[in-house]
């Protein structure tokens, strides 16, 4: 007599593979977190991995799609806010993207060390693929309000947002590069604000407003992540600064 699955339960237990991973790439790095250190997180069996997951790579997809999700869930109740224009919604979304991001810097460098290396390829394929039907509605109506205001003059809802999700694709693969041709010192940050720069422009062109009209990302949080020393860094640095002044303003009560 076939097991009957219960859903609630191997969603749970698949669940806590993710986490153990997560956990796992944020603390030791992806490429030295094996099957194996998972495992022994959970004191599961490797038939147990298994049924949930073929490969170490398809558990990686599993996290970064945990993080896409967990992204939107987080930024929505901001983009969806009353009393916002079109626009104001556009960025609110990329900046609260952006600044979830910057929360989870640790796991996301980890992560970013590993998702351009050849054997993630068809990871990275998956995750586009799986990006267009969790985008397209939220970008969607988004439009369809702009369209309907004035602020844009994009066209269908659905196809321009399509449009849209290619470029986020774009961006974001393009960030990635500029990251870590950044920590070689091999660019700019004047040639990643021009690039980035270049992908708002698109973005404006798509979306039908004037030019300048929109800002990806924070400033601030974009010379966080490309100012030569990385996020981590500029936080250990901003840290380090602020114990000096403590304990110097200590020195002098005492």
Do not use: C
Not at 94 to 118: C, N, P, Q, V, Y
Not at 137 to 162: K, M, S
């Amino acid at each position: 007599m076939a097991r009957t699955l219960n859903p609630k339960a191997h969603a749970v237990r698949r669940d806590a593979f993710v986490d153990a991973a997560a956990r796992l790439i944020q603390s030791k790095g992806y490429e030295q977190t094996s099957v194996q250190d998972v495992l022994d997180q959970l004191d599961a069996s490797r038939g147990a991995f298994y049924h949930y997951f073929d490969s170490k790579g398809a558990l990686l997809e599993a996290v970064t799609d945990r993080m896409i999700d967990a992204a939107l869930v987080d930024v929505e109740p901001a983009v969806d806010a009353p009393g916002l224009n079109a626009l104001e919604r556009f960025e609110t979304l990329f900046r609260g993207i952006a600044s979830w991001k910057e929360a989870r810097t640790e796991l996301l460098l980890e992560l970013l060390r590993s998702w351009m290396d050849d054997d993630n390829a068809l990871a990275r394929d998956k995750f586009r693929r799986g990006l267009v039907p969790r985008m397209v509605p939220f970008l969607a109506r988004i439009v369809e309000q702009g369209n309907a205001e004035g602020t844009f003059r994009a066209g269908h809802p659905e196809a321009a947002a399509r449009v849209l999700v290619s470029l986020i694709q774009g961006a974001n693969e393009a960030a990635t590069d500029l990251y870590l041709a950044r920590q070689a010192d091999a660019v700019t940050y004047e040639e990643v604000e021009r690039t980035l720069g270049a992908y708002a422009s698109a973005f404006e062109r798509v979306l039908g407003v004037p030019a300048g009209s929109i800002q990806l990302a924070d400033p601030e949080i974009l010379h966080r992540w490309f100012d030569g020393r990385g996020p981590v860094e500029a936080n250990l640095a901003e840290a380090n600064t602020e114990a000096k002044v403590t304990e110097a303003t200590e020195e002098v009560v005492a």
